[in-house]
């Protein structure tokens, strides 16, 4: 007879004896950041699931919420929406063990008089693979960019899709010039990511970042991307919208200095021309170096 895997609900009486979303060390700083995020939220209906082995070893994990709570940027009202489930380990993996997970939700949502699921999927990191989904009766309803994807599984055909929110060019424009790092309690591992981070801006590039913490479901439904768990603007361009390491930060801002710095020498080209006087009127403009990033020159302007 083959043993099969169970499901336990994630609550403050079990809460330290589990992993935190894979995440075992117990002074990993997401860890009390997810606790607290669990507790808030579990008067909207909030379900966070453990998939516990034959063996008793916690193997997986699965979340989520009434659709008109989801800490996404979509409108699904009536259905239940999958924040994130996933299998720890590949020993794990190719069993079935996420349909279990995927059926337990299902199960709550019909329990609960909804229309169906809905779940977001992607082919980058951070979001499930979408065949689970597909091999549990789930269907494409709607897209957003870059390549975001949502999905639902109906109970009721004629009932109204689940959508994403609309919007998104516009979006990262409102967070300014500056470097603005944003992060949402839901997933635990934005809290190293934003401080270290922030911390290499600093140290390393001479800017001071913004940082937007999504403290609620509205405003992660209006965050700046449709995943809303963190995202990473400079000079309001979307630079990243999932969580990234700080090596991957430093390459980012490596090739942002590299346009910078051949935009402002095709400005000084032009200048030093005439062909460009006309656009500061009055003012004298000089360039001055500065070091950044462990010495690496950039050409600054500085207009008086």
Request: with cysteine; glycine share 8%.
């Amino acid at each position: 007879m083959t043993l099969k895997p169970r499901l336990v609900e994630v609550d403050a009486a079990n809460f330290d004896t589990l992993p935190c979303c894979g995440i075992k060390n117990p002074t990993h700083p997401g860890r009390q950041q997810k606790q607290c995020w669990l507790e808030a939220n579990a008067k909207s209906g909030l379900r966070a699931k453990t998939l516990l082995a034959p063996d008793g070893r916690p193997s997986g994990y699965i979340e989520y919420v009434p659709g008109e709570f989801a800490w996404r940027g979509v409108e699904a009202g009536g259905y239940m929406f999958i924040h994130c489930v996933w299998i720890y380990s590949r020993q794990h993996q190719r069993k079935g063990w996420g349909s279990v997970m995927v059926e337990s939700c299902l199960e709550d949502a019909r329990k609960s008089g909804m229309t169906g699921a809905t779940v977001m999927v992607r082919d980058g990191p951070w979001l499930a693979d979408r065949r689970l989904f597909l091999a549990n009766g789930f269907e494409s309803v709607d897209t957003a960019p870059p390549d975001y994807e949502l999905l639902a599984r109906k109970f009721d055909r004629g009932a109204p899709n689940p959508a994403f929110k609309t919007g998104w060019d516009q979006k990262p424009g409102r967070y300014g010039k500056g470097l603005t790092v944003i992060r949402s309690g839901q997933c635990p591992y934005t809290a190293k990511f934003a401080t270290d981070i922030i911390r290499a801006a600093e140290e390393d590039y001479n800017i001071k970042p913004t940082l937007v913490d999504l403290e609620s479901w509205r405003d992660a439904q209006n965050a700046p991307t449709p995943y809303a768990t963190f995202a990473l603007i400079y000079k309001g361009r979307l630079l990243a919208d999932h969580p990234i390491s700080l090596t991957r930060f430093r390459n980012i801002m490596k090739k942002e200095w590299k346009v910078a710095a051949a935009a402002d020498e095709a400005l000084d080209i032009k200048v030093e021309s005439g062909s460009t006087k006309a656009k500061w009127p009055g003012r004298r403009r000089t360039v001055a170096p500065r070091k950044e990033n462990g010495g690496e020159q950039r050409l600054h302007e500085i207009e008086q």
